[in-house]
């Protein structure tokens, strides 16, 4: 079954505990990206790769850090996590770039 | 950068009832996409628009990309209950290939 899969599906930390999501997408997609939802804002582009080795920052790059060492892989990378990391955070991946975004789950984040 | 404006926020219906939303843009896009996120789960793609004009259906669905490539429209008929949710707006456009979010729509639909 074609599917985007992130882990945890949630996670209670505390400031400061380095954390790092996973996201592995089994399509041969290029494009990932990482997503936050907040109420009232919408979703908001972290960061994104165009294919291996390739990410650039997206909307809200702030505290967060990606990599793109394998196609199929976009861990998601908080070195301190602050409590207004605090959000619901999505996975998504596509054939190129920017079209017909494939969701994960999401990952329900709160640090303390 | 690119701003979306979705509206409405939320909106309350009967079973039954139509429901319309719209997304307006500042700048032109080239693709305009539809996505519905249920409670608990990862939006998922509705519809797809590729050409101003364009209008597309999917089952109750009916999505329009605007002529001046600045506004998409999407319709649900005879709405039921499982049509709860939020619905987003997206645009893409430009050659950095980014997808631009409205803040999305929830919608409360009263069996």
């Known amino acids: 079954e074609a599917q985007v899969t992130q882990n945890p599906r949630y996670l209670i930390t505390v400031t400061g505990k380095k954390l790092t999501v996973t996201c592995s997408q089994n399509?041969?997609?290029?494009?990932m990206s990482w997503y936050r939802q907040d109420p009232g804002l919408g979703l908001r582009q972290i960061y994104y790769?165009?294919?291996?080795?390739?990410?650039d920052k997206g909307d809200v790059p702030e505290g967060y850090k990606v990599s793109r060492k394998e196609k199929r892989n976009f861990p998601l990378i908080l070195e301190s996590p602050s409590p207004n990391q605090t959000s619901l955070y999505f996975c998504a991946s596509s054939r190129r770039g920017g079209e017909k975004l494939f969701f994960g789950s999401g990952t329900q984040l709160s640090v303390l | 950068g690119q701003q979306l404006n979705q509206s409405p926020q939320s909106m309350f219906i009967q079973e039954g009832e139509d429901v319309s939303m719209n997304c307006t843009s500042s700048s032109i896009f080239n693709t305009w996409l539809w996505y519905k996120q249920d409670p608990g789960e990862g939006p998922v793609l509705l519809i797809a628009?590729?050409?101003?004009?364009e209008l597309t259906s999917n089952g109750r669905l009916t999505a329009q990309f605007g002529i001046t490539r600045k506004d998409s429209f999407l319709n649900i008929s005879a709405s039921i209950p499982s049509d709860v949710g939020i619905y987003f707006c997206?645009?893409?456009?430009?050659?950095?290939?980014?997808?631009?979010f409205g803040k999305g729509t929830l919608l409360t639909v009263n069996p």
């Open positions: 628009l590729y050409k101003a004009g």
């Open positions: 399509m041969n997609h290029e494009y």
């Open positions: 790769s165009m294919n291996v080795e390739v990410t």
């Open positions: 997206a645009g893409q456009g430009g050659s950095n290939y980014k997808l631009t």
